[in-house]
C-alpha cells in the first residue's frame, strides 16, 4: 500500500469520524429541546387548551424525556420511579445497544405530549423533521434505530403510568351547580361560561400526598354591608386600581395575560385571540432561564421537568382552594353592588377566585427555577414578543412571580389577597416537590451528608 493511499485511507476514516461527531453536536444541543417544548407550546396554544390541561401535557411529556436522560446518565441523574407518585421503573435499554439518549429523549417528549390529550399526529410532522435531521448529521442506522426503540419503550411506559391520574374519569364528571348567592362564583360576561374543570382537584398528584396537603386561610368572608370591613376594603381596591391604571400596569397586566382563549366582542362581531396558558409563559421563561444558565441538555431537560411538575401539583392545589371556596370575582361584586357597568381590564376567567392561578404556579415554578439556577437572576422575558407585546425585564424569578401575581389586580380579575396567599401557597408546593425530589446525584449525596451530620449532632 503506498501513501497515497494510506492517506486516502486517512482522510476517509477522518471524514467518518468527522461525521460521527457531527450527529452528537445536533441531537446534544440543549436549544434544540427548548425548541422542541417550545412546539408542543405552540401545539397548546393552537387548540385552545385550558391552563390546567396544558400542565398535564407539559408534566407528562418532560418527564418522559428525563426519564430517557436518566437511563442514559446514571451516574448524574435518578430515576423519578419512587419519587413521583404509583410511577413504577422505566424499562432499561438492553446492554451493549448504542443509543443517542439526548435524541431519544427527544422523541419521547414529542411523543408523549402529543399522546397525553391531543388528537393523534400533531406532532408527527415535527418528529420526522427530527429524524430527518439526525439521518443527514450521520448519526448511524443502528444507532438510530435503537434511539427510536428505547423512545418508544419509554413513551408507552409513561403513557400508561398517565392514563390511571383520573383524567379520563373527570372527562364525564357532572357539571359545577351554579347557584345565586352572595359571595359564591357565578359566570361572568362576555361568555358567561361553566366552570373550567370543576373536579381538577380529583386529578392524581405526582409529589403532593393529595390535592388538599396545602390550606391555605379562608379569604375574607362575603360583607358589603359593613363599610370597615375586609371585604368591602378588598373590593373597593380592585375598582380603584382598575379605575386609574397607569400605562406600566396596563403593559404589566397585558404582558402576563395569558389567555388561552380570549372572547373579544365589537359591537355584533365576537372574535377570539389566544395566548399561551400561564403555564406556558413559564414553560417559556425555563427555556429562556437554562439558556442565560448554560445549562447543557441533560441539565435542561431536568430543570424542564422539574418545572413542569411543579406546574402541575400547582395546578391541583389550587383547584382544590379554587372549588372548596367557591370564591366571587370582583368583577360580580362591583357589579351588583357599585356599578352595574362597571368593566375589568382583563377577560374574568371562568372559575372561582380564590386563590390566583396565576400567583401559585409563578411562584412554585420561580421556586424551583432558584433553587436549580440562583436567586438575583436578571433576565428579559420575551415571551410575549409573538402576540405584539413588549418584553419586560426582571431582577429574579421571584420577581417576575410577584408581578405575575399583581397582575391580576391590574386586570381586575382578582383581590389583592388572593395574590398574596397563592404566592405563599406557591412556595409551599415548591418546597414540597424539592424536599422530596432528587433528580440530580449530588443533591441526593448532599442530602446524605446533611442527614448524617443532623443525627451525629443529635448524638452529641
Keep these: ?34 425548541q422542541t417544548v417550545k412546539k408542543l407550546n405552540d401545539i397548546v396554544l393552537e387548540n385552545n387548551f385550558p391552563p390546567v390541561i396544558a400542565s398535564r401535557n407539559y408534566a407528562y411529556a418532560n418527564i418522559a424525556a428525563y426519564e430517557v436522560i436518566a437511563a442514559g446518565n446514571p451516574e448524574k441523574y435518578n430515576t423519578l420511579a419512587g419519587q413521583i407518585t404509583h410511577f413504577k421503573p422505566v424499562p432499561q435499554p438492553s446492554e451493549g445497544t448504542e443509543i443517542d439518549f439526548h435524541f431519544a429523549s427527544l422523541l419521547a417528549f414529542s411523543t408523549v405530549g402529543n399522546a397525553v ?8 410532522a415535527y418528529v420526522e423533521s427530527l429524524k430527518t435531521k439526525a439521518d443527514d448529521a450521520g448519526m448511524p442506522s443502528d444507532v438510530f434505530n435503537n434511539s ?51 373536579h381538577w382537584m380529583e386529578i392524581r398528584p405526582m409529589v403532593l400526598d393529595s390535592a388538599s396537603q396545602i390550606i391555605p386561610p379562608s379569604p375574607p368572608p362575603y360583607n358589603m354591608a359593613e363599610k370597615n370591613g375586609q371585604f368591602y376594603k378588598n ?23 395569558d389567555n388561552p382563549f380570549k372572547l373579544n366582542v365589537v359591537g355584533h362581531v365576537m372574535f377570539a385571540t389566544k395566548k399561551f396558558s400561564p403555564g406556558g409563559h413559564w414553560m417559556n421563561i425555563v427555556g429562556i432561564a437554562t439558556e442565560k444558565d448554560k445549562a447543557d441538555f441533560d441539565r435542561t431537560v431536568s430543570i424542564y421537568a422539574e418545572s413542569s411538575i411543579a406546574l402541575f401539583d400547582g395546578f391541583i392545589s389550587c383547584w382544590h382552594t379554587k372549588f372548596t371556596t367557591n370564591y366571587v370575582r370582583p368583577e360580580t361584586v362591583i357589579n351588583k353592588n357599585l356599578d352595574p357597568d362597571w368593566r375589568t381590564y382583563l377577560q374574568t376567567p371562568p372559575f372561582p377566585e380564590y386563590s390566583s392561578g396565576h400567583a401559585v404556579i409563578s411562584s412554585a415554578t420561580a421556586e424551583i427555577l432558584t433553587a436549580a439556577i440562583g436567586d438575583n437572576i436578571a433576565f428579559r422575558d420575551t415571551s410575549e414578543s409573538e402576540f405584539g407585546i413588549a418584553p419586560r425585564d426582571f431582577k429574579s424569578f421571584r420577581a417576575a412571580a410577584m ?8 386586570g381586575g380579575i382578582h383581590f389583592t389577597n388572593s395574590c398574596i396567599k397563592g404566592t405563599e401557597q406557591g412556595k409551599e408546593v415548591a418546597d414540597i416537590i424539592m424536599t422530596r425530589l432528587k433528580l440530580r446525584k449530588e443533591e441526593s449525596k448532599s442530602v446524605k451528608v446533611a442527614t448524617t451530620v443532623e443525627a451525629s449532632a443529635k448524638r452529641n
Aim: with cysteine.
Design 117 to 124: 390529550t391531543f388528537p393523534e399526529g400533531s406532532m408527527d
Design 148 to 198: 427510536i426503540a428505547y423512545a418508544a419503550q419509554v413513551s408507552k411506559h409513561v403513557l400508561d403510568w398517565s392514563k390511571d391520574d383520573n383524567y379520563a374519569k373527570t372527562r364525564s364528571a357532572s357539571k359545577f351547580a351554579v347557584r345565586t348567592e352572595d359571595g359564591r362564583w357565578i359566570p361572568t360576561p362576555p361568555m358567561y361560561s361553566q366552570a373550567l374543570e370543576p
Design 403 to 410: 408581578e405575575a401575581g399583581m397582575s391580576r389586580v391590574y
Design 235 to 257: 373590593t373597593i381596591e380592585v375598582k380603584t386600581i382598575v379605575d386609574s391604571l397607569s400605562a406600566e400596569q396596563k403593559h404589566i397586566a397585558d404582558f402576563w395575560d
Design 1 to 34: 500500500m503506498n501513501r497515497y493511499t494510506l492517506m486516502i485511507w486517512g482522510m476517509l476514516l477522518f471524514l467518518a469520524a468527522c461525521t460521527k461527531s457531527d450527529y452528537k453536536s445536533f441531537t446534544s444541543d440543549p436549544a434544540l429541546y427548548r
